[in-house]
């Protein structure tokens, strides 16, 4: 049985302070289940706090970003073992942020995996269509090249350390979500790429998360399609309420 995870992305936002006064609100407030994961993403210089603060308590902590290089002479570069060594090994790659405004591409998506895998991290890969595939109807396309140039070069053992995100690129911060029936066909539609692939075991534990201006107001539907496991939120995780609502929806 796969489990549930809901992940707040807070892209560059929070300060020290900011970050302190969320995870405390959350620790209050957390009625956490254990088949639900509840994992947050907050900058770089907050992970350490961040993780010394919900060591006891249910709440996973994860980077936005990782090098794909080991270490050297990479200027403003954060590695793998550094991350490990202030107790991070959860990571989001693939973001399109990442990929459209740092230049990610397919090569850099590859090398932040196996990076990522051989220091043993767990992995959240974003993918998704722009607004424009979708229009076109090119969207199961669009999808599946990203997934095959990327995801395909691993292994079965490599997939099992992987979660999934379908994020639309124009459901992202424009409060514009994908409907849930949407949100279905692709993830389904992944899942069977996966199984292709990779065989039914590893397609059906595969966690595979929807992301795109998901709400308190339209979480609960969306959390109700079968093939979704759960939800990457940006905006709506900053502030505690909200995501919390968010997860009681899951
Ligand atoms: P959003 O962002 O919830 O603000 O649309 C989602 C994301 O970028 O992960």
């Given at each position: 049985m796969r489990k549930k995870i809901l992940v707040g992305n807070w892209k560059m936002n929070k300060n020290l302070s900011q970050t302190d006064q969320f995870l405390k609100s959350i620790n209050n407030d957390l009625n956490f289940k254990k088949n639900k994961r509840f994992i947050v993403a907050p900058s770089f210089v907050n992970l350490e706090h961040a993780v010394k603060k919900s060591r006891n308590s249910p709440v996973e902590i994860c980077c936005q970003n990782i090098s794909e290089f080991e270490e050297g002479a990479y200027t403003g570069e954060v590695s793998a073992k550094m991350l490990s060594s202030v107790g991070v090994n959860i990571v989001i790659i693939g973001h399109s942020e990442r990929r459209e405004l740092f230049s990610e591409n397919n090569e850099v998506l590859k090398n932040k995996i196996k990076t990522a895998l051989n220091n043993n991290?767990?992995?959240?890969?974003?993918?998704?269509?722009?607004?424009?595939?979708?229009?076109?109807?090119?969207?199961?396309?669009?999808?599946?090249?990203?997934?095959?140039?990327?995801?395909?070069?691993?292994?079965?053992?490599?997939?099992?350390?992987?979660?999934?995100?379908?994020?639309?690129?124009?459901?992202?911060?424009?409060?514009?979500?994908?409907?849930?029936?949407?949100?279905?066909?692709?993830?389904?539609?992944?899942?069977?790429?996966?199984?292709?692939?990779?065989?039914?075991?590893?397609?059906?534990?595969?966690?595979?998360?929807?992301?795109?201006?998901?709400?308190?107001?339209?979480?609960?539907?969306?959390?109700?399609?079968?093939?979704?496991?759960?939800?990457?939120?940006?905006?709506?995780?900053?502030?505690?309420?909200?995501?919390?609502?968010?997860?009681?929806?899951?």
């Open positions: 991290f767990e992995i959240i890969f974003c993918f998704g269509e722009n607004l424009s595939e979708r229009k076109n109807n090119n969207h199961l396309n669009a999808v599946k090249d990203q997934i095959i140039n990327t995801l395909f070069e691993f292994d079965s053992n490599d997939l099992k350390k992987i979660i999934l995100a379908y994020e639309p690129i124009w459901a992202i911060g424009t409060g514009e979500n994908a409907t849930a029936e949407q949100a279905q066909q692709i993830h389904f539609f992944v899942r069977e790429l996966i199984e292709n692939k990779f065989g039914i075991d590893i397609a059906s534990n595969l966690t595979i998360l929807y992301g795109g201006s998901l709400k308190p107001n339209n979480s609960k539907e969306l959390f109700e399609k079968k093939d979704v496991d759960g939800g990457l939120v940006g905006g709506a995780s900053l502030n505690p309420d909200s995501f919390l609502e968010i997860y009681r929806s899951l």
